[in-house]
């Protein structure tokens, strides 16, 4: 089949304007979800297509240099393709993949992975990737898991409400809720849509841990300024409201509750204090698999450096599944380094972490040379900085997670001219239906 089609032109919005309606095979989908289709005059990003579709599409226009364009018919279908679940499905920035079946995305974020990563792959690497047969076990189980939310406020003729930003836009899509959401989000943005005051917001985030709520409303407020009396009761789960001002956020309810990450480790479940700002990975169940994974991965390890430590969320943990193992770690994020310390002395074990700008390239960085494991879980413009320094930290072992594919597969080579080799790949699916894939990989030295 050709790529590209004879070309055809429908009637514009006047009588001289004509709409260049083109016809494509759809090769491949990119990370972050959006096709590939091949013209003469070079290749366009499609959202909402599977590979060996046969679509019609037009121009729209150039986005962070690249050319994109909108369906106007699908021509010839994938089996892959389902019929989104979601009512705004093809508004909102938030899932680029509904249209496609839990099995196929499994496969295609699986194939994200490793042809990111595969220059530094051998045949003796210990390649995980999502599974098919657990993700093609229905759709109703991709949904209620997302834990971590940020509602934008929008206006309309019917009023104020919560809702996403449309792709490619900061317009607020109207949405009476989101089915990933967990239940008791859902419940929440349910009763957060009655309330007065959510007209004086611009966002609101909430996060939900083991035992409440933390919600950041940001505002215009007073100091006095207290939602309480609209949101207790409304759920199963205690809600701690904050208001984000210019230094931070401020607690509404004094003495502010203390919420809980709860992890299993080892048999045994182990309580992490969560602040409102701090980091937490979007899902309970994927983040259990994440730290099972590290603790597997650091077996034996007795000196581990963490550095992009957020509260602990990946280092706490060993301190209670390995026997006589320390830990010293770095963050930028000062309110993330001083929950991890709480953390560490409510447990009692040996960690210790600090406030550091990790992105520095002369940060001073002795202190964590000669490591049993080094961890690096950095933000998605990745750990650069830290990799191309690896020849004078020598650790063992590196554990590294990456949110963003390119910047892992930069830093992966970066590795492997250090002195490295990748011995074992994992794909993780943390957000459901969304262009986005986790990777955890293992280094020897």
């Not at 413009?381 to 072992?397: F, H, N, V, W, Y």
């Amino acid at each position: 089949m050709d790529d590209l089609l004879e070309p055809t032109y429908e009637q514009g919005s006047s009588c001289d304007d004509l709409v260049l309606i083109s016809h494509g095979l759809v090769h491949a989908i990119l990370p972050r979800g959006e096709g590939v289709v091949t013209t003469d005059a070079g290749s366009i990003l499609l959202p909402d297509v599977l590979p060996g579709e046969v679509v019609d599409f037009q121009r729209i226009g150039v986005r962070r240099g690249a050319v994109r364009g909108q369906v106007v018919a699908v021509k010839q279908s994938s089996p892959d393709r389902i019929v989104p679940l979601c009512s705004v499905a093809d508004q909102c920035g938030g899932c680029a993949l509904q249209h496609v079946s839990p099995s196929a995305q499994a496969r295609i974020k699986s194939a994200w992975v490793h042809d990111a990563f595969v220059s530094v792959l051998d045949q003796s690497c210990d390649w995980v990737p999502l599974s098919g047969a657990q993700e093609d076990a229905l759709d109703t189980d991709f949904q209620g898991q997302r834990r971590r939310v940020r509602w934008h406020v929008g206006h309309d003729a019917l009023g104020y409400y919560l809702g996403f930003h449309a792709r490619s836009s900061h317009q607020v899509v109207r949405t009476s809720l989101c089915m990933l959401l967990t239940p008791a989000l859902q419940q929440l943005q349910c009763t957060l849509a009655q309330c007065g005051w959510i007209s004086s917001c611009s966002s609101v985030q909430a996060l939900q841990l083991f035992d409440g709520i933390h919600l950041v409303i940001e505002g215009d407020f007073s100091a006095d300024f207290s939602p309480d009396d609209d949101l207790d009761g409304t759920g199963a789960l205690p809600i701690q409201c904050w208001v984000r001002h210019a230094d931070g956020v401020r607690a509404c309810r004094k003495p502010a509750l203390a919420l809980h990450e709860r992890i299993e480790v080892t048999q045994q479940a182990l309580q992490l204090r969560v602040g409102p700002d701090d980091f937490l990975q979007g899902q309970y169940d994927t983040n259990q698999l994440m730290v099972a994974q590290v603790v597997a991965w650091c077996a034996g390890a007795k000196r581990i450096v963490d550095l992009f430590s957020g509260n602990g969320n990946l280092s706490l943990p060993l301190t209670q599944a390995l026997s006589q193992c320390s830990v010293i770690g770095a963050d930028a994020c000062e309110s993330g380094v001083r929950m991890a310390n709480f953390n560490a002395k409510i447990l009692a074990c040996d960690a210790h972490y600090q406030v550091m700008d990790l992105f520095h390239p002369k940060q001073d960085l002795r202190a964590f040379v000669g490591a049993d494991v080094l961890i690096l879980d950095p933000p998605r413009k990745g750990a650069k900085s830290i990799c191309a320094q690896m020849g004078m930290l020598m650790p063992q072992r590196i554990v590294m997670i990456n949110c963003d594919l390119a910047a892992g597969a930069r830093d992966a080579k970066t590795l492997q001219q250090e002195g490295y080799r990748c011995i074992a790949l994992r794909a993780l699916d943390m957000f459901h239906y969304a262009g986005h894939v986790e990777v955890m990989s293992l280094w020897q030295r």
